[in-house]
């Protein structure tokens, strides 16, 4: 492998030599993580004739990475022909010709490949052979446990494995990785041994800034040490665990469960909720809305007299007016069996709230998202796991989506004694990305409409 490559860092620089058989890279956000890996794939690959697997939870970020590896090749492709014109004085066609840009396939001169996989079912990956990538490995689920023990025997024949994420949690196998510099090569680096390194920080004007600007630019002391000073920060863990969530998808495994996903007009069944057979109890709502960008979800509980919950119907909402959401919710409103709801009355949801809470009177409550009113909801949602009441979709399922969503919230405890308060963080949802935890912030807002009573419903709308 080249000695160094001029437009690397000092830390890219360490990790693009590095030859090691596991190599581990805890870099602060932005640093490059992929950047510095798809060099290192694409020119090992042409090296050494040898396949890479880039492996991530989604298809989406695979191919970011890929895209990266597809830009090394052309820049390497540019490089080879400048050397061979200067020294033969032509281009070699023939050579030219080997590397090949597939859709998320890239070929490469001698034999070589690198190839982009979703891999959010490890098993599916088990008869490859050869180099893996895994990216943003800490977001994997069940702490990326069964991708290793699945997807590592790949690598068994002298291949390497490059594991890359910023921390997570302390219960992954990243962290593992990271912590054992005596089994694997660890590359570690953060916000300030970078910028120690010559790295720049830009303010909100584009200038070069100091750290301390910077950090108070993000604005969040917890979140800033995890993925900046790249800390497995103790404190700051998924708000439900994973295996908490696995007992509330096999509580509702044989349970009835219907989506509705309605992009503009488009995937609107008018009857969808008159579809819904609730033989006891009510419905209890929870609506996060969004206009744009953001999921818009309404969230409907099937709550039985028992006081167990059960995720019966979900509606997931793009691009879609206010008018029309309104519809939906007064739709899921006006079921039989009765119903009770909380809505997300922050910024754009005000106005459709107020509208909700005037013609449902004690039966709808708007729920502004102040710092303290999610603390309370992030409380709500964690006890109806704790306790069991909440069934969802089984977790093996196409579904699954519904539980990634609530644990990508993570929590951290401020204060002590009875001052203490829970402070939520909105992470990524692998297998959803446009959602920011939309899904789960409805699911708690219905918890929370459990404490309403049904009321008279008004004829008329305004």
């Not at 959010?120 to 800490?138: H, M, Q, W, Y």
């Not at 997570?168 to 990785?177: A, C, D, P, Q, V």
Request: with cysteine; glycine share 8%.
């Amino acid at each position: 492998m080249a000695d160094k490559l001029p437009i690397l860092d000092p830390a890219q620089q360490r990790f693009f030599v590095d030859t090691a058989r596991v190599q581990v890279a805890c870099w602060h956000r932005q640093k490059g993580k992929d950047f510095t890996t798809a060099a290192k794939a694409v020119l090992h690959a042409m090296e050494h004739r040898q396949p890479w697997y880039i492996v991530s939870l989604t298809q989406r970020q695979a191919d970011e990475t890929f895209a990266k590896c597809v830009a090394w090749a052309k820049a390497y492709q540019v490089a080879i022909d400048h050397i061979t014109e200067r020294e033969y004085g032509e281009r070699d066609a023939a050579l030219d010709e080997e590397f090949q840009f597939k859709a998320r396939e890239l070929h490469l001169p001698g034999g070589g490949k690198v190839v982009s996989l979703p891999g959010r079912n490890p098993d599916t990956l088990a008869g490859l052979t050869g180099n893996v990538i895994f990216t943003e490995f800490g977001l994997f689920p069940n702490g990326g446990y069964d991708h290793w023990r699945v997807v590592f025997p790949l690598a068994t024949r002298g291949f390497h494995v490059i594991t890359i994420s910023t921390p997570r949690g302390r219960n992954t196998k990243f962290f593992e990785l990271v912590n054992d510099a005596d089994t694997y090569s660890v590359h570690r680096c953060n916000i300030h041994q970078s910028v120690a390194e010559g790295f720049v920080l830009r303010d909100q004007h584009g200038e070069p800034c100091s750290l301390e600007t910077f950090k108070a630019l993000y604005g969040d002391d917890a979140g800033w040490r995890r993925e900046y000073e790249c800390e497995f920060t103790g404190d700051l863990d998924a708000l439900v665990s994973w295996a908490r969530l696995m007992d509330a998808g096999e509580r509702g495994r044989d349970l009835p469960f219907d989506v509705m996903n309605v992009e503009g007009e488009a995937g609107l069944e008018l009857d969808f909720f008159a579809g819904l057979d609730i033989p006891d109890g009510r419905l209890e709502l929870g609506w996060d809305v969004a206009r744009r960008g953001h999921l818009s979800a309404l969230w409907v509980n099937h709550a039985r007299p028992s006081g167990e919950k059960r995720l019966r119907a979900l509606v997931l909402m793009r691009n879609v007016t206010f008018e029309l959401q309104r519809g939906i919710v007064r739709a899921a409103m006006e079921h039989p069996a009765g119903a009770v709801g909380c809505g997300d009355a922050t910024g754009l949801g005000m106005d459709s709230n107020e509208t909700l809470k005037t013609h449902y009177a004690d039966s709808w409550e708007p729920v502004e998202f102040t710092a303290k009113r999610k603390s309370e909801l992030g409380s709500t949602l964690a006890t109806a796991f704790i306790d069991g009441a909440q069934a969802l979709p089984p977790l093996d399922g196409e579904h699954k989506y519904v539980a990634a969503d609530i644990y990508a919230i993570q929590k951290e405890e401020e204060g002590a004694g009875a001052s203490r308060r829970l402070k939520l963080h909105e992470t990524e949802n692998p297998l959803l990305p446009e959602s920011h935890c939309d899904i789960a912030y409805a699911g708690a807002l219905a918890l929370r409409a459990a404490t309403l009573e049904n009321a008279p419903v008004r004829v008329s709308w305004l």
